[in-house]
């Protein structure tokens, strides 16, 4: 089994949530929210604004702790080849203060974009999308909310 321990920007702002389109490298692209894997002594809080900043162009200020989300991915519903995958995603919403939208440079993420909120459902997305938007509408006590099935337009 492999293992992430990731960090994901819930950035809403004028009823328009920040997403950014994932092409892996295998399978079909989908949306995503800005974010991923936390380096080796990286503070995570760190690592959001980091990776905001290479996956969109902005400038990002963490408001608050969202949540945690951990989640064990089979290996037949990987958008990668692999063993079973085990995911650990720190959720926080942030605001923007800075820079422009733009693709991340050589890069797996393209076409950031605010989209709104409502047109969220219509859009292939990661389920880190889902997660995020929930953490950030209902700001659970426990920091957590429950799955989110996987299927249709909602991948892993």
Not at 81 to 110: D, K
Not at 112 to 117: I, M, R
């Amino acid at each position: 089994m492999s293992f992430r321990l990731a960090a994901y920007a819930v950035c809403v702002e004028d009823g328009r949530v920040l997403l950014a389109r994932y092409v892996p490298p295998s399978g079909e692209p989908l949306w995503t929210l800005p974010g991923g894997g936390v380096e080796h002594a990286e503070d995570p809080l760190d690592a959001v604004v980091r990776e905001v900043a290479e996956e969109t162009g902005c400038d990002a200020v963490v408001e608050r702790l969202l949540g945690v989300d951990s989640r064990v991915i089979p290996a037949a519903e990987r958008n990668v080849p692999g063993p079973e995958h085990h995911n650990v995603g720190i959720f926080y919403g942030i605001s923007v203060n800075g820079g422009r939208l733009r693709p991340e440079p050589n890069g797996a993420t393209t076409e950031p974009t605010w989209t709104p909120l409502p047109d969220v459902t219509g859009l292939r997305r990661s389920s880190l999308v889902d997660i995020g938007i929930a953490l950030w509408r209902t700001l659970p006590a426990t920091g957590h909310v429950d799955p989110v099935p996987v299927g249709g337009l909602i991948q892993h």
